[in-house]
T-cell receptor, first 110, second 114 residues
């Protein structure tokens, strides 16, 4: 059974601080996606990484896929209150299925 | 264009009653997924439809759960004889196809079984 573990489960930080969220598995994935979900809404895709060692940047967000394609990290620089939400990683294989992690709930205090 | 829509947005039902949840995918999307999300947790895969192929029902937790997709578009998730542990947010997503296409999620239906 493929599992994705995210850490930390909850993070409360002050505006302007940096943070990193981790997504780990013992399984290899062909792709890794990161989503952000706000209360009352469905998850929204932020990025997809497909190559081991790949790094993608989206403004203040940096995503990295591990060399072995078993883990990933999301780093946010100078967090803002608008970054508040539930961050979910999801691993994909060559089929249609995505395996979702349990999520990291981020609260950025003004 | 319109995104994925789901109805109702909230549903409160008594234990033992049946409920139907509806999903309208993005027009032209051939793949449709149902997920379940417990409070603040990750998503649990329930069922997948792709075009005219037989659906993948491997994630349905019990035979009280069923889903259909009519005309390759609208989908209905039915839960019979609801139990309190069925309380969750039920999310629907659609994508252009299978295997690596971005999934677009609806806002979900929050189901509360009393």
């Amino acid at each position: 059974t493929q599992l994705l573990e995210q850490s930390p489960q909850f993070l409360s930080i002050q505006e302007g601080e940096n943070l990193t969220v981790y997504c780990n598995s013992s399984s290899v994935f062909s792709s890794l996606q990161w989503y952000r979900q706000e209360p009352g809404e469905g998850p929204v895709l932020l990025v997809t990484v497909v190559t081991g060692g790949e790094v993608k940047k989206l403004k203040r967000l940096t995503f990295q896929f591990g060399d072995a394609r078993k883990d990933s990290s999301l780093h946010i620089t100078a967090a803002q209150p608008g970054d508040t939400g539930l961050y979910l990683c999801a691993g994909g294989d060559s089929s249609y299925k995505l395996i979702f992690g349990s999520g990291t709930r981020l609260l950025v205090r003004p | 264009g319109a995104g994925v829509s789901q109805s109702p947005s909230n549903k409160v039902t008594e234990k033992g009653k049946d409920v139907e949840l509806r999903c309208d995918p993005i027009s032209g999307h051939t793949a449709l997924y149902w997920y379940r999300q417990s409070l603040g947790q990750g998503l649990e895969f329930l069922i997948y439809f792709q075009g005219n192929s037989a659906p993948d029902k491997s994630g349905l937790p019990s035979d009280r759960f069923s889903a259909e997709r009519t005309g390759g578009s609208v989908s209905t998730l039915t839960i019979q004889r609801t139990q309190q542990e069925d309380s969750a947010v039920y999310l629907c997503a659609s994508s252009l196809g299978a295997g690596g296409y971005e999934q677009y999620f609806g806002p979900g239906t929050r189901l509360t079984v009393t």
